[in-house]
């Protein structure tokens, strides 16, 4: 199971922390990603990193704003967000895809992710 918690209400220019407690199946050898869905919106892929940490890929509409990482050893992952726009408002998911053992593999496909979690609301005010 994957539980996506840090979300809340911050200013137009904030930064939140998101973070993703990741339970049951082989967390270390998984792809893991986030996403997110605003209000009448199709959920949209933000980042994901392999299973070793060293390879992330990332939406262009949170490129250099947004930060993916993992914690091996603590089962996390999470999601540092700097520079906040009202148009980020949304619920945050995280998920998980199988790497089927290619260490490098990351993705942006959602249908890939089998995995995923509650999410965890933010909002950005102007």
């Known amino acids: 199971q994957l539980q996506a918690y840090g979300g809340g209400l911050v200013q137009a220019g904030g930064s939140l922390r998101l973070s993703c407690a990741a339970s049951?199946?082989?967390?270390?050898?998984?792809?893991m990603g986030w996403f997110r869905q605003a209000p009448g919106k199709e959920r949209d892929f933000l980042a994901a990193?392999?299973?070793?940490?060293?390879?992330?890929k990332y939406a262009d509409s949170v490129k250099g704003r947004f930060t993916i990482s993992r914690d091996i050893g603590k089962r996390m992952v999470l999601l540092q967000m700097n520079s906040l726009e009202p148009e980020d408002t949304a619920v945050y998911y995280c998920?998980?895809?199988?790497?089927?053992?290619?260490?490098?593999?990351?993705?942006?496909?959602?249908?890939?992710?089998?995995?995923r979690g509650q999410g965890t609301e933010v909002t950005v005010s102007s």
């Open positions: 990193i392999n299973w070793t940490g060293g390879s992330t």
């Open positions: 049951g199946r082989a967390f270390s050898t998984s792809v």
């Open positions: 998920a998980a895809a199988p790497a089927s053992g290619r260490y490098w593999y990351t993705s942006d496909q959602i249908h890939e992710y089998d995995v």
